[in-house]
């Protein structure tokens, strides 16, 4: 090693103590000299290990409840004074302050307390003052101290000293170090947010995100593309907490397609059982119905070619009967809230298949907070967790829609919600007979919906179009009637978009005109 840092004497204040003992014992036998905090200190001593107190070194006990305990020069001066600059060793010697070369730290579990739906004022007292001090210091006095936020680093130091008389390398701490910045702005990004949040403050004048690393990923949205994957610890049921039973390694598309399914599923609520197969981002299909595989096969009706390598959502645990017609073409990934024995069985015997399980279901009315970056800049915005009720429609044209129909403008409505703009969905009987997605105009998504369901007729051998008799669902409000007749031609007989034209009056009269039902949401879902 061309420069290495000899571990001496080591600090260990750690809030997680799983594995703190074997750490520490590991240093012991390395020669190394314990010094420890409160809880921590008293873990290791109860283990046999000889450990001195930080109140030694400082000449203060601990005090308010342990709030202060180590921030003192007699601990920072130590993490922070070059050992290579003769000044600083001069007043280290005049001061009486011994060297520390090794911190092993992890901070108050600030974010768990947080998920887990702790109090304000018990988050308040599980955010660490002295231990991001203490890291910080550290890691700017990386070619000196080794720095480590987790269990996994001290673990690779200790093995990395084990091989070389108990000295750790430059290229070691400077990574340390690295990692320990990242570790304590994603811990204060942390507080931040759920502060703001806290105070009702939706535009604080800094924001901050982080997140801890889950996975990296092969590449990106391309090949080309470098890519990873990061938890924010969002308990949200989700791709990022689902447990993946089965499968190759998720990619980047992946996560994002089955991010997009599994939100969706959680619009249409766990009442019936319902199923959304999704590809680049939008759904192909979705579908409500007496059983999961009814549902499953609806949805597959709507659009079976492009369903073809998508992925595949429920809002049921899988069973046999389910999990056999899945299999039945290729599909990159299938999430659901569970599954029963017969149906991992079946999908075992497709092993490339991704088969993740959750919770749970996302509450698509929760707050949330989404973040797109642009160059030099990032995008803020409150998560859509809009709702509509059969009671804040408002019929505009002489026809009332049936039951049926209002039935079916509420499930048109919430799907086309995760429809890339511009999207008009036709739907009938609780499942979706055709979706146009992401188009520049809005009559043009009508006509590529009607498409879509003239394709299926052929392909699945209907006997007449799907769309006849359907209900159509726009995600905003149609500047011109074209669009609208454009969905009344492809058979639709009620229509559901927000209204907010400045050609209202003429779309609503050209509705009446067409014998349509029409109702306007006062709420529009554009996503980009």
Same mark, same amino acid.
Not at 248 to 254: D, R
Not at 397 to 418: G, I, N, Y
């Given at each position: 090693?061309?420069?290495?840092?000899?571990?001496?004497?080591?600090?260990?204040?750690?809030?997680?103590?799983?594995?703190?003992?074997?750490?520490?014992?590991?240093?012991?036998?390395?020669?190394?000299?314990?010094?420890?905090?409160?809880?921590?200190?008293?873990?290791?001593?109860?283990?046999?290990?000889?450990?001195?107190?930080?109140?030694?070194?400082?000449?203060?006990?601990?005090?308010?409840?342990?709030?202060?305990?180590?921030?003192?020069? =007699?601990?920072?001066?130590?993490?922070?004074?070059?050992?290579?600059?003769?000044?600083?060793?001069?007043?280290?010697?005049?001061?009486?302050?011994?060297?520390?070369?090794?911190?092993?730290?992890?901070?108050?579990?600030?974010?768990?307390?947080?998920?887990?739906?702790?109090?304000?004022?018990?988050?308040?007292?599980?955010?660490?003052?002295?231990?991001?001090?203490?890291?910080?210091?550290?890691?700017?006095?990386?070619?000196?101290?080794?720095?480590?936020?987790?269990?996994?680093?001290?673990?690779?130091?200790?093995?990395?000293?084990?091989?070389?008389?108990?000295?750790?390398?430059?290229?070691?701490?400077?990574?340390?170090?690295?990692?320990?910045?990242?570790?304590?702005?994603?811990?204060? =990004?942390?507080?931040?947010?759920?502060?703001?949040?806290?105070?009702?403050?939706?535009?604080?004048?800094?924001?901050?995100?982080?997140?801890?690393?889950?996975?990296?990923?092969?590449?990106?949205?391309?090949?080309?593309?470098?890519? %990873?994957?990061?938890?924010?610890?969002?308990?949200?049921?989700?791709?990022?907490?689902?447990?993946?039973?089965?499968?190759?390694?998720?990619?980047?598309?992946?996560?994002?397609?089955?991010?997009?399914?599994?939100?969706?599923?959680?619009?249409?609520?766990?009442?019936?059982?319902?199923?959304?197969?999704?590809?680049?981002?939008?759904?192909?299909?979705?579908?409500?119905?007496?059983?999961?595989?009814?549902?499953?096969?609806?949805?597959?009706?709507?659009?079976?070619?492009?369903?073809?390598?998508?992925?595949?959502?429920?809002?049921?645990?899988?069973?046999?009967?389910?999990?056999?017609?899945?299999?039945?073409?290729?599909?990159?990934?299938?999430?659901?809230?569970?599954?029963?024995?017969?149906?991992?069985?079946?999908?075992?015997?497709?092993?490339?298949?991704?088969?993740?399980?959750?919770?749970?279901?996302?509450?698509?009315?929760?707050?949330?907070?989404?973040?797109?970056?642009?160059?030099?800049?990032?995008?803020?915005?409150?998560?859509?967790?809009?709702?509509?009720?059969?009671?804040?429609?408002?019929?505009?044209?002489?026809?009332?829609?049936?039951?049926?129909?209002?039935?079916?403008?509420?499930?048109?409505?919430?799907?086309?919600?995760?429809?890339?703009?511009?999207?008009?969905?036709?739907?009938?009987?609780?499942?979706?007979?055709?979706?146009?997605?992401?188009?520049?105009?809005?009559?043009?998504?009508?006509?590529?919906?009607?498409?879509?369901?003239?394709?299926?007729?052929?392909?699945?051998?209907?006997?007449?179009?799907?769309?006849?008799?359907?209900?159509?669902?726009?995600?905003?409000?149609?500047?011109?009637?074209?669009?609208?007749? %454009?969905?009344?031609?492809?058979?639709?007989?009620?229509?559901?978009?927000?209204?907010?034209?400045?050609?209202?009056?003429?779309?609503?009269?050209?509705?009446?005109?067409?014998?349509?039902?029409?109702?306007?949401?006062?709420?529009?879902?554009?996503?980009?």
């Amino acid at each position: 090693m061309s420069h290495a840092t000899k571990i001496r004497r080591a600090l260990i204040s750690v809030s997680d103590k799983q594995g703190l003992v074997e750490r520490a014992k590991a240093l012991a036998d390395l020669g190394v000299e314990l010094i420890s905090t409160g809880g921590t200190s008293k873990a290791l001593k109860e283990a046999g290990l000889s450990v001195s107190d930080v109140a030694d070194l400082t000449g203060y006990p601990e005090m308010m409840d342990g709030r202060v305990k180590t921030l003192h020069p =007699a601990v920072h001066g130590g993490l922070l004074y070059l050992r290579d600059n003769q000044d600083h060793c001069a007043d280290a010697k005049h001061h009486g302050i011994k060297a520390i070369d090794l911190v092993y730290i992890n901070l108050y579990p600030f974010e768990s307390t947080v998920a887990s739906g702790g109090s304000f004022e018990d988050c308040i007292e599980n955010i660490d003052i002295g231990g991001p001090a203490m890291l910080r210091a550290a890691a700017k006095n990386y070619a000196h101290v080794a720095v480590c936020t987790d269990g996994g680093d001290l673990d690779a130091v200790l093995a990395e000293m084990a091989g070389t008389g108990g000295r750790v390398s430059l290229e070691t701490t400077r990574k340390l170090s690295a990692k320990t910045y990242a570790r304590t702005a994603a811990y204060d =990004a942390a507080i931040s947010t759920w502060y703001a949040k806290e105070i009702d403050e939706s535009a604080p004048d800094w924001i901050a995100y982080g997140g801890k690393l889950n996975e990296a990923l092969r590449y990106g949205e391309n090949p080309h593309q470098k890519a %990873a994957f990061y938890t924010t610890g969002e308990a949200r049921p989700g791709v990022a907490t689902a447990q993946q039973v089965q499968g190759k390694a998720l990619s980047y598309n992946n996560i994002n397609d089955t991010d997009s399914a599994y939100e969706l599923i959680g619009e249409l609520g766990a009442e019936t059982p319902a199923v959304a197969i999704i590809k680049h981002a939008n759904p192909c299909g979705v579908a409500q119905a007496e059983t999961a595989v009814d549902a499953y096969r609806e949805a597959l009706a709507c659009d079976s070619t492009s369903a073809f390598g998508g992925i595949v959502a429920l809002n049921r645990p899988l069973n046999a009967e389910t999990a056999a017609e899945i299999t039945r073409i290729f599909t990159e990934v299938v999430i659901a809230p569970g599954a029963d024995a017969a149906a991992l069985e079946i999908f075992a015997k497709k092993k490339n298949l991704r088969l993740l399980l959750t919770d749970g279901l996302p509450d698509p009315a929760a707050p949330g907070t989404l973040v797109k970056t642009v160059a030099g800049g990032l995008l803020v915005q409150d998560r859509d967790f809009g709702r509509i009720s059969k009671a804040d429609l408002k019929t505009v044209t002489k026809r009332a829609p049936t039951e049926q129909e209002l039935d079916d403008l509420l499930f048109a409505w919430r799907v086309a919600k995760h429809v890339k703009s511009n999207t008009i969905v036709y739907a009938k009987d609780g499942a979706t007979v055709g979706i146009g997605a992401g188009q520049m105009s809005r009559i043009d998504s009508a006509r590529i919906a009607a498409r879509k369901a003239e394709d299926a007729k052929e392909k699945e051998g209907f006997a007449t179009l799907r769309t006849q008799g359907c209900v159509a669902a726009s995600d905003a409000f149609f500047p011109f009637a074209d669009g609208m007749l %454009a969905a009344a031609a492809a058979g639709a007989s009620a229509i559901i978009q927000p209204g907010g034209s400045i050609r209202d009056d003429e779309v609503i009269a050209a509705a009446d005109e067409a014998g349509l039902a029409m109702v306007l949401t006062g709420m529009r879902h554009f996503r980009h």
